[in-house]
């Protein structure tokens, strides 16, 4: 249906972000598998590495961040899988911070 060019064009749409596999579903009237198909080809392409993928916490947010603040984010996400081993996590921030338990919840 698509050539290879259109493929990984619409992969690397997703990859960067500009479409959301929904809006790219209904846009090229594809299944969310073929979508996934065309970003692990447009990951091929640009040699990326498995299992890395855009989102909030991307490399790419890192590599624009300071010594200091990486320093930082590090320590937190220290902090946080240290928290998790120890069976809880942290919701909210300062007064309104609540440790919840997590030892009930399924991690599968």
Do not use: C, H, W
């Not at 749409?13 to 479409?19: F, N, P, R, T």
């Not at 969310?32 to 065309?38: D, N």
């Amino acid at each position: 249906m698509y050539t290879r060019e259109q493929r990984i064009d619409i992969g690397k749409k997703i990859y960067d972000q500009e479409l959301s596999y929904k809006d790219a579903m209904k846009m090229f009237n594809v299944a969310r598998p073929t979508l996934v198909t065309y970003v692990n080809l447009y990951k091929a392409t640009i040699n990326a590495p498995k299992g890395l993928r855009p989102s909030s916490n991307s490399v790419r947010d890192y590599l624009s961040l300071i010594k200091k603040e990486l320093i930082y984010e590090l320590m937190n996400k220290d902090i946080e899988l240290e928290r998790l081993k120890k069976g809880y996590a942290v919701r909210g921030v300062g007064a309104k911070k609540v440790f919840v338990s997590i030892r009930d919840v399924n991690m599968k």
